[in-house]
């Protein structure tokens, strides 16, 4: 649980750090094993064609260069920023105050001062200005930032510490892990497979960055184990990083169905078990270009089937895999890349939400709606009569 006594506040907070999953997004993949792929290659068009073998398209990630540099931006003062404020030669001045709510600043016979977006330098040049209406010399102020409220990094799931932290400086993920104690492992017992233990560690493939609503393309396998330096990029205030459990057997069903949500995984799953675990498809869903997306989210294995020819019985089933996520889309798309964007963004954003609500003692689910958006909703009973 986390000690944040607005708990309110966290999850309206966890709503906009996801925004909405289905907008579109800067482009997270630089290429693919093939040349783009049309749905031609996957013998995917009109819904009477007839389905092919699943044929898997590996798209690979890209990491935008500025990102590994460090800002040279200043640091600029938010709501729940603790200040101290000093007027030079003035005896028993010193006073703490916390930047308010609403980004205002309040201090001795002063209104309401906005600095919220502002460097403790241009405060004090503020707060002299105003201070001079009052008194016969001209003020001299001094600031000091005492603690930082404002900018947290939000570090969810199987952390040794999960929480979240405050950034009061650049912040690499390395970093920002470090203060967090690492991912739950255990040391000398990397041939756990499964059981109570196995829940309890860190799922690097499946785990994630978000940032505004978008999933970045960090791989944080290849930066815990095998020390690409190269993924170790600089993070942002409000940027949520998970660790995911390992050997969570669920598949993810997403998009145009009447409950997204993760289904619990049994032997031999299929596409019409995950789907119907749903609760089915919603009315005018796209069935001819349902998505399946396997493996690791920053490099993962894509292709559309049929649905539609698989429920009337034109084609044969598809069997999934744990970990499987599943997108019907509500519309069509020209490029399997744009289906999965669309896809993982509505996971990652899903799963944040829970993680966040989970961790401020929230008692919400989530759903995901036609439109491809990410809601918080209280629980229900599932639908009857489907």
């Not at 938010?78 to 404020?85: F, L, Q, W």
């Not at 000091?144 to 404002?150: A, C, F, K, Q, V």
């Not at 609760?279 to 989210?297: E, F, P």
């Not at 499987?324 to 399997?336: A, E, G, T």
Request: proline letters at 8%.
């Amino acid at each position: 649980m986390l000690s944040n006594p607005d708990q309110k506040g966290i999850l309206m907070k966890i709503r906009l750090l996801t925004g909405a999953a289905g907008m579109a997004m800067l482009v997270l993949f630089s290429g693919c094993k093939h040349t783009e792929p049309h749905f031609a290659d996957f013998g995917v068009g009109a819904p009477k064609s007839s389905a092919k073998p699943l044929n898997m398209v590996t798209l690979t990630n890209h990491i935008d260069p500025t990102w590994l540099q460090p800002p040279t931006n200043f640091f600029t003062l938010g709501p729940g920023d603790k200040v101290e404020v000093e007027i030079l030669d003035e005896t028993n001045s010193i006073t703490s105050t916390v930047i308010g709510p609403d980004g205002k600043l309040y201090f001795n016979l002063l209104p309401g001062l906005d600095v919220w977006g502002m460097t403790i330098g241009q405060t004090r040049a503020l707060m002299e200005h105003e201070l001079a209406k009052f008194v016969r010399d001209q003020p001299h102020v001094n600031i000091t930032l005492r603690e930082i409220g404002s900018k947290r990094v939000w570090l969810l799931g199987r952390f040794q510490q999960p929480g979240v932290y405050p950034m009061p400086a650049p912040m690499t993920v390395l970093e920002a892990i470090s203060m967090s104690g690492g991912a739950m492992t255990f040391v000398g017992n990397r041939e756990i497979t499964g059981g109570p233990l196995g829940e309890d560690l860190a799922d690097l493939k499946h785990s994630f960055i978000l940032r505004n609503g978008k999933m970045l393309p960090v791989d944080l396998y290849r930066l815990l184990n095998e020390g690409d330096l190269s993924q170790n990029i600089y993070l942002q205030p409000d940027d949520f990083v998970y660790f995911a459990p390992a050997f969570a057997r669920q598949v993810y069903v997403l998009g145009a169905v009447t409950q997204g949500r993760p289904v619990q995984y049994s032997d031999g799953m299929t596409l019409l078990a995950a789907i119907s675990g749903a609760y089915g498809t919603v009315k005018d869903a796209y069935l001819s270009h349902v998505t399946i997306i396997r493996g690791s989210l920053t490099q993962p294995q894509a292709t559309v089937v049929n649905y539609y020819d698989i429920l009337h019985g034109k084609a044969p089933d598809v069997a999934l895999e744990p970990h499987d996520i599943v997108y019907v889309p509500f519309s069509p798309y020209r490029y399997l890349r744009r289906y999965v964007e669309v896809a993982l963004n509505s996971f990652v954003s899903s799963v944040a939400i829970n993680a966040g609500t989970k961790a401020a003692g929230g008692n919400v689910g989530v759903s995901i709606p036609v439109g491809g958006g990410t809601q918080t909703t209280v629980p229900s009973a599932p639908p009857i009569g489907r």
